[in-house]
DNA sequence: AACAAGGTAACACAGTTGTGCTAAAAAGGA
DNA sequence: TCCTTTTTAGCACAACTGTGTTACCTTGTT
């Protein structure tokens, strides 16, 4: 009987304008209004849709996750084990306009959610894709382990642990300063450390 | 004539005043008012050594940094080049409560410079503070290569970066989940970046 | 054509925001 | 003692905040 609209769709739609309001003028400008403004709508409809802000912050929070997650995963393992890897680590740096502004507005909520502690989901939501970006690693440098790829006696573990720090560092880099830190040159740097794991 | 107060003191202990608000409730929450009673003084009294909030946030940002290099100045490069290095990229990182405090404050104040890029002064600042630590694992990278302890044929320049990346990444993961990376972990993994990088 | 439910916009309200302004207090030199 | 300068507190104002409420529009089924 309703008019149909499909509500999902309204709500990522109206996250990604939180997105620009948060990317332009930081976390502290994103009020209900400003992002009804920057959505072009009325607030009211936002509220429709959004019955209070820290729903509105998680959902977002939560929308870039999901799409760094379907990229991941939309990838297709082919090719060789050290190809595979490296094409699954770059999917999950910022080393695209798209990507670059998902990963300002992530640190933007990482930054938020450290304050929320004890009480907050958002912490949890960090802790849970920190995790997920771990067992990534693990799994692929245990994939070329098994491959026989890697050098004998790496502590896999340990390897998994220095290389998401790797990650994480590299990809701040890419976002501070991307003219320093081009897609190419951490293209390279990953694939260099990778070597640095590999059987002579 | 006037009352004596220690005017750079006094500053001091308003922008940390400022950080525990920041970490408290998030940057969102840093208003003049809130930082004020946090102070333990009137809005007015805030308003007298800050005219306006955007100086506030910078001092306070300025402030982080300045910390930092303090420590970081005060190490005493004795014992061999190994130990050194050890000592001063620990220094750079969030091993323990006070640090890491200074750090979830750094995090804000980077996701909110993303923000005002262009105009605001806190996105250079974050460059220059970026820039100084790539310089250190610069330096001492190449004051240990002098020592003879390095293996030769590593492109020093590169390994800098990766090395910086890896300390960066190492910090945000401390300061995540500071149950997993503990100081002692974080430290172990450090070492044995610098082990792989050694002369056999 | 009428209806009922989903969707939209607008207003109200109490509280907070940044900042400008003013008056009082504090304190050491004259 | 008074006086001058620094320091402090408080008020005022317009703008903005999150949220509650209400009335209206839109739409597809009956």
Same mark, same amino acid.
């Given at each position: 009987?309703?008019?149909?609209?499909?509500?999902?769709?309204?709500?990522?739609?109206?996250?990604?304008?939180?997105?620009?309001?948060?990317?332009?003028?930081?976390?502290?400008?994103?009020?209900?209004?400003?992002?009804?403004?920057?959505?072009?709508?009325?607030?009211?409809? $936002?509220?429709?849709? !959004?019955?209070? *802000?820290?729903?509105?912050? &998680?959902? /977002?929070?939560? +929308?870039?996750?999901?799409?760094? @997650?379907?990229?991941?995963?939309?990838?297709?393992?082919?090719?060789?084990?050290?190809?595979?890897?490296?094409?699954?680590?770059?999917?999950?740096?910022?080393?695209?306009?798209?990507?670059?502004?998902?990963?300002? $507005?992530?640190?933007? !909520?990482?930054? *938020?959610?450290?304050?929320? &502690?004890? /009480?907050?989901? +958002?912490?949890?939501?960090?802790? @849970?894709?920190?995790?997920?970006?771990?067992?990534?690693?693990?799994?692929?440098?245990?994939?070329?382990?098994?491959?026989?790829?890697?050098?004998?006696?790496?502590?896999?573990?340990?390897?998994?642990?220095?290389?998401?720090?790797?990650?994480?560092?590299?990809?701040?880099?890419?976002?501070?300063?991307?003219?320093?830190?081009?897609?190419?040159?951490?293209?390279?740097?990953?694939?260099?450390?990778?070597?640095?794991?590999?059987?002579?």
């Amino acid at each position: 009987m309703p008019k149909i609209v499909d509500h999902a769709a309204r709500r990522e739609e109206i996250a990604e304008a939180l997105w620009r309001v948060v990317r332009r003028d930081g976390i502290r400008a994103a009020s209900v209004r400003t992002i009804a403004a920057e959505a072009g709508w009325s607030a009211g409809a $936002v509220r429709y849709y !959004f019955p209070d *802000q820290d729903g509105l912050l &998680s959902f /977002a929070m939560d +929308l870039v996750s999901r799409r760094v @997650t379907e990229r991941v995963s939309a990838i297709e393992p082919k090719g060789n084990a050290t190809t595979i890897a490296l094409r699954y680590l770059e999917e999950a740096m910022p080393l695209d306009a798209e990507r670059r502004a998902e990963f300002d $507005v992530w640190m933007a !909520f990482m930054a *938020q959610a450290r304050a929320e &502690s004890g /009480a907050g989901g +958002l912490h949890e939501h960090v802790d @849970t894709v920190h995790n997920g970006l771990r067992e990534l690693c693990e799994t692929l440098l245990r994939s070329l382990a098994d491959d026989g790829a890697l050098d004998d006696g790496l502590d896999l573990r340990r390897e998994a642990e220095r290389l998401h720090a790797l990650i994480d560092g590299l990809s701040l880099h890419a976002a501070i300063q991307p003219d320093r830190s081009t897609p190419a040159r951490v293209r390279q740097l990953l694939r260099q450390h990778l070597e640095t794991l590999m059987a002579p």
